[in-house]
Nanobody, 127 residues
């Protein structure tokens, strides 16, 4: 059995940066797919970025491409999300997900592909 523990949320001004980190214990770090999702007020949970176990195949939401970078730290067994040039619309609760199944070799941005979830961490971006 494993756990996903997210950290690094907080507040930033528009144009600033934040780094989220998800520590995965047990078997979860060996998942085929892991990813970051977010729930923005009034909307369903949406995919932000995913990464395959090989650490090379990534998938990003159009809204964050060029600004966010997902990465793995195999020594620490963490999945990290570097958020640069953040915008107020990035405000929300961010969740780490694991035990995802790839479809056609792609780790999709669809929440129902993932079985295990961590507690959310809040990100607030002010104008």
């Amino acid at each position: 059995q494993g756990r996903l523990v997210a950290s690094g949320g907080g507040s930033a001004q528009t144009g600033g940066s934040l780094t989220l980190s998800c520590a995965a214990t047990g078997y979860l770090y060996t998942s085929n797919c892991m990813g970051w999702f977010r729930r923005v007020s009034g909307k369903n949970r949406e995919g932000v970025a995913t990464m395959a176990h090989d650490g090379e195949r990534t998938n990003y939401a159009d809204s964050v491409k060029g600004r966010f970078t997902i990465s793995r730290d195999n020594a620490k067994k963490t999945l990290d999300l570097q958020m640069n040039n953040v915008k107020p619309e990035d405000t929300g609760t961010y969740f780490c997900a694991a035990t995802g199944r790839p479809v056609g070799g792609v780790c999709r941005l669809w929440e129902f592909d993932y079985r295990d979830w961590g507690e959310g961490t809040q990100v607030t971006v002010s104008a």
